[in-house]
C-alpha cells in the first residue's frame, strides 16, 4: 500500500538514489585515502602492511622530505607557469574561435567547424613527431614555451565555448551594433561577462590536461632545470626501490592545487557543464 503512494514512493526512489551515490562516493574516496594512509607510514610499513589504512604512527616528515630529495618547489613553479599560461592562451584562442563559429556568418561555416572538431579524433600522440620538428626548427626545444605553445590550440576549447555562446540571446548584441561596436568589443564587453561560468569550467579542463601531462614533458624537455611536476615525480620510481610513502606523498603534494580549484570552483563547473549541452 506504501509504495502504490506517489509521494511515497518517490521518497523511496531518493533515498535508493542517496545510498547509491554514499557507495560510489566511498569508492571513489578509497583511492585516496589508500594513497594518504601509505603517506604517512614508513616504507618498511609500507611493505609489511600495505592495505592498512590507519598507519601505526603517522609521519608528517615523509611531506618535508620531499623537498630534500626533490626539487620540488623548481618542478612546482615550472608546472604553474606552464598551466597559467597555456589557461590564458586557451581561453583567448578558444573564445575568439568559438565567436566566430556561434555569431558570424560566411560561407562554409558548417563545413570549417566539421573540419574542425574531426580534428579531435586525432589522438594527440598522433601530432607529437609534427609538433618537436616545428618546435626544434623554432629553437624551443627544452624550453617551457614549447609545452605552452602545443597545448594552448585546442579543437575542444572552441567546441565547448561556441556551444555555451549559442545559448546567450542574440538580441544582447543588437544594440551594440547599431552603435557600430566591433566583433572585439563585443566579445569582450557582452559575451565573456556573461560566459564566466563556461570559461571558468574550461579554465579546471585545461589545467587538468595541463597540470597532468607526462609525454610531451618528457619528450620535449631534457634538462632537470625545466622538469615539471609529473617528470619530477617519475623520478621517485627507482630501478631497485621505490619509497612508495615518499612518493605518496609527493603525489598528493602534486594534486593539491587541482582539488583546491575544484573545490572553489565547482558551482562554476557544473553549471558550465549543464548550459553547453543545451544547444548545438
Known amino acids: 500500500m506504501l509504495l502504490n503512494n506517489p509521494v511515497n514512493r518517490n521518497r523511496l526512489n531518493k533515498t535508493a ?10 569508492l571513489m574516496l578509497i583511492p585516496l585515502l589508500w594513497a594518504l594512509s601509505t603517506s604517512l607510514k614508513t616504507a618498511e610499513e609500507v611493505l609489511e602492511r600495505p592495505h ?3 598507519p601505526r604512527t603517522p609521519r608528517f616528515i615523509n611531506y618535508a622530505n620531499v623537498f630534500s630529495i626533490l626539487p620540488f618547489h623548481l618542478y612546482f613553479k615550472n608546472s604553474l607557469f606552464v ?8 581561453l583567448i584562442t578558444s573564445s575568439m574561435a568559438a565567436y566566430a563559429f556561434a555569431r558570424l556568418r560566411f560561407k562554409g ?7 574542425y572538431l574531426a580534428t579531435l579524433m586525432v589522438p594527440r600522440q598522433v601530432v607529437l613527431v609534427p609538433n618537436f620538428v616545428i618546435m626544434k626548427n623554432l629553437k624551443l626545444i627544452d624550453n617551457l614555451w614549447s609545452l605552452i605553445l602545443t597545448g594552448t590550440f585546442t579543437a575542444y576549447g572552441a567546441f565547448f565555448l561556441r556551444q555555451f555562446f549559442l545559448t546567450i540571446p542574440g538580441e544582447l548584441e543588437e544594440a551594440a551594433i547599431i552603435d557600430g561596436i566591433g566583433y572585439f568589443k563585443r566579445l569582450a564587453l557582452i559575451i565573456i561577462p556573461l560566459a564566466k561560468p563556461a570559461l571558468i569550467t574550461l579554465t579546471i579542463i585545461t589545467l587538468l590536461n595541463t597540470w597532468n601531462d607526462f609525454l610531451f614533458p618528457l ?11 609529473t617528470i619530477g615525480l617519475s623520478l621517485l620510481r627507482g630501478d631497485f626501490d621505490t619509497k612508495w610513502n615518499i612518493v605518496m606523498a609527493a603525489t598528493l603534494l602534486s594534486i ?3 582539488v583546491l580549484c575544484f ?3 565547482q558551482k562554476f563547473f557544473i553549471e558550465g557543464i549543464a548550459l553547453s549541452g543545451i544547444k548545438g
Do not use: E
Request: charged residues 10%.
Open 219 to 229: 619528450i620535449f624537455i631534457n634538462s632537470d632545470v625545466n622538469r615539471t611536476l
Open 109 to 115: 561555416r558548417t563545413l570549417l567547424f566539421m573540419l
Open 83 to 90: 598551466s597559467s599560461l597555456t589557461i590564458a592562451g586557451t
Open 17 to 26: 538514489l542517496t545510498l547509491l551515490f554514499c557507495v560510489i562516493t566511498v
Open 256 to 258: 593539491s592545487p587541482l
Open 263 to 265: 573545490v572553489f570552483a
Open 52 to 54: 592498512d589504512l590507519i
